[in-house]
């Protein structure tokens, strides 16, 4: 056993010990590679930092560990938030924190408390289970890159700012006319966009541009720096057409001849094109994927380069590897001096840093940092890894800042503006456009001084609160201001503000336009316009062939036309055809004779309706003494003329009243006495005597001739009222069955009562009566059947509409309208179809009283009628009673009853003998004592004779000496609680006008017979 043990062991043995040199050998070359690595990671100019996933560093590259002043070892086992944020835990939205959550790479931007810029990429490394072990992190300083975007930003911010708050479109063009430069205003005012207008000539928007010599001379006549100004017309997009003025200024470019254009009165402004954008691709791995070409050399030989290298050079990997360098640069010089500079850097800090050209393979150049750091700085040329940043952009940026603050300067010298910046209250810059306005010779007179000082008094207040508001970060309107020059005159601007920080500090762009000849203008033009529009008159203006130029909103008002639909027309569509052609033929003739021509028109409006306007039309001359306009003033009569004619109508119908009402007086004491004494003859004979049936045929003529005085009386207004508080809804629907059997079953009446229909104060006999006599007018208006309609309505008239209305009262109305579909009336009839006795009816069809009637009802009720009709169309009557604040209440029927008599004492007063007979005899044969006196004087005179002692008096309203009324009053005075009963012949005297009776004193109207005569004098005594 032993034997075979140690023949065992002498077989392994040397192949344990050639396992052991191997392990050794593969030790030293990992070692190695580590060592080549780790020299690779350090010659990089970008931070390279391995960490567990507690976020220690592991291992971090000679960049890593100089971004924070410390040594690599320094850094090993510290949190990377403790190392370079000074924190105690992780920075929110960390890309290595986000790497270690997810599993996948993850970049982002931080900044370090010393106030540096990184972009950061970080990376998981995972295990074959995908588990995070570890993490790998590489950040670049990008605080240069974002210090030259930041000023390239903050110089096309001022440049962009000024050219975009200029109060005009801005047009830059070359000699060919060709479009270089467009504002906002620009693409708004014209309707193009920028980009149409950049590919764009000048022509194309102003047809009168002139040739590209024409620009050649007009660019050498007017020199750098010069302005002048012209106007013309554009054309936009759409066609129109739109007046321009323009201020052109001539100016060189990189040596290149420019116009520029300032064109005022065109709108919009597109934002200018965004700054110049810098951006770096995102890095993917530490060689593959670097965000940075990375390589290695050999005495100047490539021996390694990433892809990124390879994309940004357009070269596949072979093509470069075992290649000279100087395949890289574009010049042999360039090849030379690189290197020299390099290594001169490498043999004094480690690292070479250079900016220089790198030549694609495609023959493009761009601009590079080189970054190289020697693998073993013992021998700085045998191995030296090298990074490679593209720059191009940031140059760009730079060409294109540069080029920026240059056009902006040119065009802030020699702008035809006042260009000028404010801060803290005084102008620290002027251009000499804005020196020039001020009077000064020279900018330099001006800096310094404070703002306000050169502004007039009364606009401080309102400069201070744009200067607030530009301190508060807000936006400016226009400001439309006066300035103080140097030799003390006011010249006007219209100033534009802005506010920008420069220099650190916020600082006002100020652009401003001398706008003080406009002013001047505009003021005298509006002074003429504002007297023109708010004339009253009507106001027109026509050019020599009689197209209309202008006219002032009194035209509209009047004929209904808007300004713009008569523009260019003649004013013959004003034409109503009243006039004929030699009207118009004289009209003209004195017209172009030069003359004046004053007279009458009768026009038609837009809705064809007439009108009549008194007129003046005078010709204007120019200087030569040519007609080149007529000027015509008018006045609209319409509304006066009709306002003439409703005054007489109202007059002759006054006039028809008041002779109506006389009449009816002596005509109604007649029928009294008349109608009195065939009662009393009727009383004293048989039924059967012979005489009895002629009696009765005087008794029923007495009383149809009553009827018509009554119907008289009514016009001229001087029935005796008994009103009350009224719902005219139910006044209307009780008589709406009588109302049917009177029209006829041919006719469909329509009964439309408003809710909520206000009171009226009113004789309910007067209404029903003039309801009745509209139905049957418009019943005979309808002799083949038609539709009547009845409506109520609250209404309000006010003062404009009375104002036009000569019939019309304000207030606040019950509305009745009474509508038919019959024949309808002209104009002549409608004039006349109030008047007593007036009548379209065949002879003995009617007596024409029944619409007068309706008239003077309404009248005396303080309300208003109305008729509307046309020929064909029907005819609607409105009728108005004033609304009362008194609650509506119902009236019951009577019930008469036999004519009783009495035993008591009355006392008549009537001033017509044979009236007062007659009724002394009737009230004698009833049993009564009766006492008479001619006048009211003479009734209170036998009161006081008697002593008192009267039951009841009898008393015409209307006499000689004293009326009814005061005698009753005097008699009150002596016997308050003594009665009275009062009679009327419906006198057209003015005291009895509108007579109306105390509660609890009824009224006796004339004619009245022996039994009703006995029943009022009952009921007064009752009472």
Known sequence: MTSLKASIMANIKPTYEELEQRYRQAEVAAQRALREKELILNSTAEMFTWMDVDLRVQWANRASALSVGQTPEQMIGRHCYEIWHNRSAPCENCPIQKARWTGVPQQGEARTPDGRQWFLRGYPVLDEAGQVVSLVEFGQDITERKQTEAALNEANQRFQTVLEHLPGALFAHDMDGRIRMVNAISCACTGYSRDELLRMNVADIDPQSVTRDDRGRLWRALGPGQSTRIESWHRRKDGTQYPAEIHLTAVSLNNEPLLIAMVFDVTARRQAEAALQESQRRLSSLFRAAPVGIGMVHYRVLEEVNEFLCSMLGYAREELIGQSARILYPTEE???????????????????????????????????????????????????????????????????????????????????????????????????????????????????????????????????????????????????????????????????????????????????????????????????????????????????????????????????????????????????????????????QTLTSGRTWSGRLVNRRKDGTIYTEDATISPVRDASGAIVNYVAVKSDITARLQLEEQYRQAQKMEAIGQLTGGVAHDFNNLLQVINGYTDLALQGLDEDHPVRLTLRQVATAGDRAANLVGQLLAFSRRQIMRPQALDLNGVVADLLKMLRRVIGEHIRLEWIPAPRLGAIYADRGMIEQTIMNLCVNARDAMPQGGRLTLETENVRIGSEYCATHAWAKPGRYVLLSVTDTGCGMDKQILDRIFEPFFTTKAPGKGTGLGLSTVYGIIKQHDGMVTAYSEPGKGSTFKVYIPI????????????????????????????????????????????????????????????????????????????????????????????????????????????????????????????????????????????
């Open 884 to 1023: 009362s604040e008194r609650d509506a209440v119902d009236v019951g029927t009577k019930i008469t009853g036999e004519a009783p008599g009495g035993r008591e004492t009355i006392l008549i007063a009537e001033d017509d003998p044979m009236v007062r007979r007659l009724s002394q005899t009737m009230l004698e044969k009833a049993g009564y004592t009766v006492l008479v006196a001619a006048n009211g004087a003479e009734a209170v005179q036998r009161f006081q004779e008697c002593g008192g002692k009267i039951d009841l008096a009898l008393l015409d309203v209307v006499m000689p000496e004293l009326g009814g009324r005061e005698a009753w009053e005097r008699m009150r005075s002596i016997k308050p609680d003594l009665k009275a009963l009062f009679a009327s012949g419906y006198s057209e005297n003015s005291v009895h006008t509108n007579f109306v009776l105390d509660e609890g004193v009824e009224l006796l109207p004339k004619p009245y017979a022996r039994d009703t005569l006995l029943r009022a004098v009952r009921a007064a005594l009752d009472a």
């Open 334 to 588: 360039e090849f030379q001096l690189v290197g020299r500079e390099k290594y001169r850097q490498i043999a004094e800090s480690g690292v070479g840093t250079v900016e220089t050209r790198f030549r694609c393979k495609d023959g493009r150049v761009l601009d590079v940092l080189l970054s190289s750091a020697p693998v073993d700085p013992e021998h700085p040329q045998e191995h030296v890894t090298f990074t490679v940043l593209d720059i191009t952009e940031r140059k760009r940026a730079e060409e294109a800042l540069k080029q920026s603050e240059e056009r902006f300067r040119a065009l802030v010298q020699h702008a035809p503006l006042s260009i000028a910046m404010v801060r803290q209250g005084k102008y620290v810059f002027f251009n000499p456009a804005g020196a020039r306005l001020m009077g000064y010779s020279q900018p330099e007179e001006i800096i310094g001084r404070d703002a306000l000082s050169v502004i007039a008094p009364e606009f401080h207040e309102a400069v201070r609160a744009r200067m607030r508001r530009i301190q508060a970060g807000e936006n400016n309107p226009p400001l439309e201001m006066q300035l103080l020059t140097k030799d003390g005159r006011r010249v006007w601007t219209l100033s534009s503000s802005v506010s920008l920080v420069m220099d650190g500090e916020p600082t006002a762009i100020v652009v401003g336009e001398d706008i003080t000849e406009r002013k001047e203008a505009a003021a005298d033009h509006e002074r003429l316009m504002a007297a023109i529009e708010q004339a009253g008159e009507i106001i027109v203006i026509t050019d020599a062939q009689g197209a209309i130029q202008y006219v002032n909103p009194a035209f509209e008002k009047a004929t209904g036309y808007s300004r713009a639909e008569v523009m260019g027309r003649n004013p013959r569509i004003l034409k109503s055809g009243e006039h004929d052609a030699a009207f118009y033929a004289t009209l003209w």
